[in-house]
Nanobody, 124 residues
Framework: QVQLVESGGGLVQTGTSLNLSCVASGRTSDNVWMMGWFRQAPGKEREFVAAINWSTGTTYDEDSVKGRFTISRDSAKNTMYLQMNSLKPEDTAVYYC????????????????WGQGTSVTVSS
């Protein structure tokens, strides 16, 4: 089992920044291959935002956040981050971190463990 706790969300204005954190605990050494950020806006399906290979640090970004969002991790702290810059109203969503043991990194069903989510609201 892996437990995930996100933090760092909030209400911000367009063009500003937020840094989300996700702390993993439990049997992380056995279960973590890829960690990712997904988001779900009201009335929409959950969508992929970014992912990071936990051992190599290789990152993957969804096209709409390239150049604005940066995913990173601190292995010693079992913590993943999402630095979000130049925020737009369309970034408004609940952001979830998740852990995958394999499969395509952009597919939510390949992620076994999920956090409870942190809300991000970007006002225009």
């Amino acid at each position: 089992q892996v437990q995930l706790v996100e933090s760092g969300g909030g209400l911000v204005q367009t063009g500003t920044s937020l840094n989300l954190s996700c702390v993993a605990s439990g049997r992380t050494s056995d279960n973590v291959w890829m960690m990712g950020w997904f988001r779900q806006a009201p009335g929409k399906e959950r969508e992929f935002v970014a992912a990071i290979n936990w051992s190599t640090g290789t990152t993957y970004d969804e096209d709409s956040v390239k150049g604005r969002f940066t995913i990173s991790r601190d292995s010693a702290k079992n913590t993943m981050y999402l630095q979000m810059n130049s925020l737009k109203p369309e970034d408004t969503a609940v952001y979830y971190c998740a852990v995958s043991r394999g499969g395509s990194y952009w597919v939510a069903s390949n992620y076994r463990y999920w956090g409870q989510g942190t809300s991000v609201t970007v006002s225009s």
